[in-house]
């Protein structure tokens, strides 16, 4: 414990916050660069279910709520997901086997997986649920890497290899697919992580994971380390064993990381819905999937991206907020009289597809939505002849006036009910001026 003493110490000395003895930093390399050129192959992995879960705030879903979210992976063009970790305990266990029953049942284009410790006692669940379920279930297998870890653990780098081995030599033998995954992978030392993936190659792995375990790495540094790993294991002899990149969002970079993953050789990426997970979360599975279909990556149907998220807050107990991407109640809602303008003049021309992108760099429409325009105190003549058109009201130039007058003064944008209400009396006020004045004539 003095090495760790002194470490830190050294490092604190020197007005930093890592120490470069037990924290291996992958953005400090030669290159500084990072580049995103288009990927020959992407997948997508659904952590949702299980790092997702792992969240300190989740609320744990019925098994009902577990098979319907796996129902619209594949519509998302979602190609696998991780069904829980088996050996956690007998009634996650009983539901890891009742999902992987309803993929194949149901014949869901979904490849099931489930986590565990490189420990034959998380090993032997997933085996069971395999065998139960009459589907099979690839292991993925984790252990910490970076040198902070080993410190902590007290762990022995031969002895590291030797654990590796075992299990994943153990899953193959049981007829599973094994991927070996190293936490912390982007905090961790070049050899270490070299040998460690080595031994899962000798022991069968047909893949490796890379994860970003806490959210440490920038694009830079990701793009350098799968780069690392590509040419080592294409060295050692194992070009076939393919790369997953697996994300979190502690300092924002999760969206991004993945997109830099892929253009680096990663296969394989990983997100949950809503960024849910540890800590602050994994990466955004929803947002990545817009992003990818975006840049003409991918294709997949996301009018059903709503459904998947909210599906996801009711069964985590995680709300959408209002200003949440592409999902959230104010993705494609404005209240600026600038804003609102030009969306509606787009719409006047009767293009949905230009309201869509003038004022949105997503459409709405992608995801089954709408623009709105809103009223409120930012808004201008357009917000209020937006809303009488969409609301079926005869346009006039008294209730434009009358809305704007009362939201001027509003300390937030109206609601169709105060709107509503404030239109039926400036009707009422407006017939009555109409009579007077003809009373007079």
Known sequence: MNKF?????????KGKFISSDLIFDWDQTDAPTCSFERPTKIMLDDETLRD???????LQPTLAQKQDFLRLLPVLGIHSANIGYAGASK?????????AETIR????????????????????????????????????????SSPIRQLVEGWDLKDMEATVTKAVGYAVS????????????TRARPDDLSRLYRAAAEAGASRVCISDTVGYATPVGIQHLIRFIRKDLDDAGFPTIEIDFHGHRDRGLDLINNIAALSA?????????????ERVGNASMDTLVVNLVLKGWMEA???????????????TGFPIVRNYPVVG????????????????????KGETWLADQIYSSVPAGLVGRKQTILVGPMSGKWNAIFWLRRNGYEESQGLVAAMLDVAKTSMHVLTDEEINALLKSASKRISSNTQHEETLV
Request: charged residues 20%; aromatic residues 4%; proline residues 4%.
């Open 5 to 13: 003493k002194e470490a830190f110490s050294a490092s604190s000395s």
């Open 301 to 315: 149907d996301l009018t059903v991206l709503p459904s998947y998220c909210r599906l996801a807050s009711e069964m």
């Open 91 to 99: 009634s996650v266990l009983e539901d890891v086997v009742k999902l």
């Open 105 to 144: 049942s149901e014949h869901l284009s979904i490849e099931p997986n489930c986590a565990g410790r490189t420990h034959i006692a998380d090993i032997d669940p997933i085996i069971e649920a395999s065998q139960r379920s009459g589907l099979p279930i690839e292991a993925t297998m984790f252990l910490g």
């Open 174 to 185: 049981h007829g599973l697919a094994a991927m070996f995954v190293t936490e912390d992978t």
């Open 265 to 277: 050789g990663a296969t394989r990426v990983h997100g949950c819905a809503l960024g849910v997970g």
């Open 329 to 348: 109640e104010d993705a494609f809602a404005t209240s600026t009289g600038v804003h609102a303008a030009a969306v509606a003049k787009a719409y006047e």
């Open 52 to 58: 997702g879960l792992q969240s300190p705030s989740c």
